[in-house]
Nanobody
Framework: VQLQASGGGLVQAGGSRRLSCSAS????????VAWFRQAPGKEREFVSA????????YYSDFVKGRFTISRDNDKKTVYLQMNSLQPEDTAVYYC???????????????????WGQGTQVTVSS
């Protein structure tokens, strides 16, 4: 599967942004799709994931209540709605996918074999 992330840009603190991760290939419904982010000088970190099939969602503590992940299997797209953005949310956001990923591994980037190119989100104070 090939992934393309889009929707990044410049937003003021307190604002919102929606990222999209569009996939090509077959059986998208069989893939867990996640968002990771990497801020300058920091390691990449898990943000959120939506499981294959039933669509169970997972969030890191620092975005819970502010970000919402969703998927549209017909459009082969996963969305990350980001609200109440803060300057510390500034990062390159990557989407990643893996088929039939075990629940225990949803936040571990080493288990994802397919990655998008990243989209920059900059939050100004």
């Amino acid at each position: 599967v090939q992934l393309q992330a889009s929707g990044g840009g410049l937003v003021q603190a307190g604002g919102s942004r929606r990222l999209s991760c569009s996939a090509s290939g077959r059986a998208f419904i069989n893939y867990t799709v996640a968002w990771f982010r990497q801020a300058p000088g920091k390691e990449r970190e898990f943000v959120s994931a939506v499981k294959y099939g039933v669509g169970t969602t997972y969030y890191s503590d620092f975005v819970k209540g502010r970000f919402t992940i969703s998927r549209d299997n017909d459009k082969k797209t996963v969305y990350l709605q980001m609200n109440s953005l803060q300057p510390e949310d500034t990062a390159v956001y990557y989407c990643a996918a893996e088929s039939f990923l075990h629940d225990d591994y949803h936040c571990a980037e080493r288990y994802y074999h397919f990655w998008g190119q990243g989209t920059q989100v900059t939050v100004s104070s």
